[in-house]
């Protein structure tokens, strides 16, 4: 009946339905519950991962100060993608995925209605199942993968993208534009000048393409912190990215025709803000704001 006096709606917790009958007696990792959204139904699309038991007596060793964890560990864990009824928080379905997703958008389309979701595959992977006839094929590297879902939580591709770590995904309201951001193998908070923003084909028969990637400039020094897409007509749609400058580190951001311009701090940590045209990756305009 909702949170508070005078409120609608409703409230759960994952480790039990929405009658509080528990169906994850081990507990749940909140770990990949990073990206909760709505449909075009007010559902909640979310993931995480649910775990059948406990070990408490688990050791967990120590931290790196030398100082001992407490005892504890969830065992049996199962993966899942989630859709909740608006009204009461329901499950309307559930489903068993091989691998925890980190990252999970709905489009908007009253016709579509479909699921992108993102995630860093590892070599320790191997072949992955995800129902439905479709597969993940084994990687030898570190990549970004993407995987869509229908408006039933029925997978309809998924492939592999980048040489690099899953950061973060936008997707228009119809699905015709989607862009990701990651950062290769190596790249660090101190130097990340690897990451990459890059939009990914959603067309029929090009499922999962590369159409465009920005890499010459890295996201700055911490990297691209998130990424949007606006709603507008296929001519003017937008890519916007934005992440931090610090003092005496000045940022070039290259788009993907080899066009640069520069935004600086002036003294103490800036912000900067850059949007890219969705068609080819080129950019259109930057700004940095903040310091001192």
Not at 33 to 46: A, C, E, F, Q
Request: charged share 20%; aromatic share 8%.
């Amino acid at each position: 009946n909702g949170v508070g006096t005078g409120t609608t709606g409703w409230a759960r917790v994952l480790d039990e339905d929405h009658l509080g009958g528990t169906i994850h007696p081990g507990g749940v990792d909140n770990a990949y519950v990073t990206d909760v959204h709505g449909d075009s139904s007010g559902n909640m699309i979310l993931t995480y991962t649910g775990y059948s038991g406990y070990n408490a007596t688990y050791d967990n060793g120590k931290d790196r100060y030398g100082r001992p964890l407490a005892a504890g560990k969830m065992t049996g864990g199962v993966n899942y993608i989630m859709k909740l009824s608006a009204t009461y928080g329901n499950e309307v379905w559930k489903k068993e995925v091989p691998r925890a997703l980190s990252m999970c958008t709905p489009t908007h389309s009253a016709m579509d209605g479909s699921i992108f979701c993102g995630y860093t595959m590892s070599s320790s992977d191997g072949p992955l199942d995800f129902g439905n006839g479709k597969t993940m094929a084994a990687v030898d590297s570190t990549k970004t993968g993407i995987v869509n879902f229908d408006s039933d939580g029925n997978v309809q591709w998924a492939k592999a993208t980048h040489d690099a770590t899953f950061k973060s995904l936008a997707v228009t309201r119809s699905g015709a534009v989607l862009v990701i951001t990651g950062a290769h193998p190596g790249s660090t908070r101190r130097a990340p000048q690897n990451d990459l923003l890059s939009r990914i084909d959603t067309t029929n028969g090009n499922e999962g393409v590369v159409k465009w990637t920005d890499t010459g400039s890295g996201g700055g020094t911490h990297g691209f912190r998130g990424v949007q897409v606006s709603n507008d007509d296929p001519d003017k749609t937008q890519v916007t990215t934005f992440g931090q400058i610090n003092e005496g580190a000045p940022l070039t951001l290259t788009d993907s025709a080899g066009s640069a311009t520069t935004v600086t701090s002036r003294g103490s940590y800036t912000i900067f803000v850059a949007a890219y045209d969705a068609a080819d990756g080129t950019g259109k305009w930057a700004m940095d704001g903040g310091s001192d």
